[in-house]
């Protein structure tokens, strides 16, 4: 069984920096192409970045393109998301999510439901 652990989060001022973590057990983490998700109350799941199972292309959301950097270790089974230049509007809860379906997908999808593992989930409040 494929678990994702995300750490990391917290309550920082506008401008500040933070770093989260997500762990994988359970599956071939080295395979999966690698994505990261926010939601707040009442709104969709928003697609943040994504890194591809090689870690050679990444993607982001334009609101986040400049700032923040999702970078992945295969051998620890981790994947990161640098969050730097922090803005209130960035609050929410961040969630990293896995897709295994790395041969039928050249590139990591935007699209949520393309992912098939999630993480419970790490709160990031930003205070202006």
């Known amino acids: 069984q494929v678990q994702l652990v995300e750490s990391g989060g917290g309550l920082v001022q506008a401008g500040g920096s933070l770093r989260l973590a997500c762990v994988t057990s359970?599956?071939?983490?080295?395979?999966?192409?690698m994505g990261w998700f926010r939601q707040t109350q009442g709104k969709e799941r928003e697609f943040v970045a994504s890194?591809?199972?090689?870690?050679?292309?990444?993607d982001y959301a334009d609101s986040v393109k400049g700032r923040f950097t999702i970078s992945r270790l295969n051998s620890k089974n981790t994947v990161y998301l640098q969050m730097n230049s922090l803005k209130p509007e960035d609050t929410a809860v961040y969630y990293c999510a896995a897709d295994p379906q790395v041969g039928s997908r050249y590139t990591p999808s935007r699209n949520w439901n393309d992912y098939d593992y999630w993480g419970q989930g790490t709160q990031v409040t930003v205070s202006s």
């Open positions: 890194i591809k199972w090689s870690g050679l292309s990444a």
């Open positions: 359970g599956g071939t983490f080295s395979t999966y192409h």
